[in-house]
């Protein structure tokens, strides 16, 4: 019998880190399982149920028999919607060739991590990022390249900082808009400037993922692929986790050049093979039927952020940028760091956001899993009763470290 189970497991499965995400879940349960009131703003998790209608049309599904299996890149209902939409909405000319649904847009991810990274190669992250593009880059035996920009920045990398990072062996540049976990959104004049740096190098791609699209406070959502001659070179994210509050359903779908979209259409038959197929149907019905649920939800996530970031301001050492989507705040606490209540010393934001669990009973998730260990990720995902309550003891706690 092997001395230690952990022999047994693989150097790629031992070198993946733990999600802070799941740990600070893990932390809330047991809590509560002694009996404590804890607040989790840590999920990344709509708290509105899905559209009616995006219900009942998978519910019409299942009574019309899609119950079987379906091409592994999607339906052509499926496909041809998300084009249309993408024209729409984008102003992004994808045929439905060139679209692969997959189940979330996590496994859309790593599809293409699969499909275009080799052993050395190197993948720019704009950072603060989605904890999971580092994790599933370092899964394709690729180096990830953080570029960082920190909240005086607006958490917004700068064209140089791009230009800087890039070598003989970069293979792509990831990044989200609204972005998970800052809730920045790039303008249109700075995906333009990333443009110009990107046209020195014809042979380097862009992943744009877009999952946030529909929580967008600004007036416009602008598309890096709908600039001039970008389209050939990038690769849009979407789904239907964040702005039809599906996440559940495992949704999720890319536009891509047609060789990338064969290559991970691959990818992903010998992984998982199609999304369910009464799902599809459903997603759909979301994409082509009136958004009215799709922005109500947004103006009350703009309604909380702004309640958020006014009861933030009480709190001495905690600094915010305004975010302009999605429905996070990462404010900077590193003015805490070396602060003490006699007991317990704060050296970094995991340590802060252990503190604030066990003392004030209020989940967040360290900014150390996102590439910025000065911060914290607070999901507005929740209510106003909640939020106001969770923050005033995060207050109380927090006034104990000197």
Not at 90 to 109: E, R
Not at 224 to 236: A, C, D, V
Not at 244 to 259: E, K, Q
Request: net charge negative; aromatic share 10%.
């Amino acid at each position: 019998m092997p001395t230690s189970s952990n022999k047994l497991l693989s150097d790629r499965v031992q070198n993946l880190s733990e999600s802070e995400t799941l740990k600070m879940a893990r932390m809330a349960r047991e809590l509560r399982a002694q009996g404590h009131d804890v607040i989790s703003l840590s999920l990344g998790e709509p708290d509105f149920d899905t559209p009616e209608h995006i219900k009942s049309a998978a519910y019409q599904a299942l009574i019309d028999g899609y119950t079987k299996y379906t091409p592994v890149p999607g339906l052509p209902e499926l496909t041809k919607a998300i084009s249309e939409k993408f024209k729409r909405d984008n102003h992004l000319d994808y045929q439905p060739d060139q679209i692969v649904v997959s189940n979330g847009a996590k496994q859309t991810v790593y599809n293409l991590c699969q499909a275009l990274l080799n052993p050395g190669d190197e993948a720019i992250l704009l950072a603060p990022y989605w904890v999971s593009y580092y994790e599933i880059i370092k899964m394709a035996e690729a180096t990830p390249v953080p570029v960082y920009a920190g909240v005086d920045q607006d958490f917004k990398p700068s064209p140089d900082q791009l230009a800087a990072a890039i070598t003989p062996r970069t293979k792509f540049i990831i990044f989200s808009s609204p972005c998970n976990p800052t809730g920045s959104v790039f303008t249109r004049k700075e995906l333009q400037a990333f443009a110009d740096v990107l046209s020195k190098f014809p042979d380097l791609l862009v992943i744009s993922d877009e999952i946030y699209e529909y929580i967008n406070f600004t007036h416009e959502h602008v598309s890096i692929g709908s600039l001039e001659g970008m389209i050939n070179r990038t690769i849009t994210i979407n789904g239907f986790a964040k702005g039809f509050s599906m996440t559940g359903w495992r949704l999720g779908y890319m536009g891509a050049p047609r060789y990338i979209a064969d290559a991970c259409a691959k990818i992903q038959g010998q992984v998982t093979s199609g999304a369910s197929a009464f799902g599809q149907k459903a997603g759909a019905v979301a994409l082509m039927s009136d958004l009215s649920p799709t922005f109500h939800m947004r103006e009350a996530f703009r309604e909380r952020r702004d309640i958020v970031l006014s009861l933030l301001e009480e709190i001495p050492g905690v600094k915010a940028n305004h975010p302009d989507g999605a429905f996070y705040v990462f404010p900077d606490i590193s003015a805490y760091f070396g602060k003490s209540d006699g007991t317990v010393t704060i050296h970094n934001a995991d340590d802060f956001c252990d503190y604030v669990m066990m003392h004030a009973y209020v989940g967040l998730v360290s900014g150390s899993a996102f590439g910025d260990p000065a911060c914290f990720r607070l999901s507005y995902a929740a209510s106003e009763a909640q939020l106001r309550e969770a923050i005033s003891r995060m207050k109380t706690v927090l006034a104990r470290l000197k």
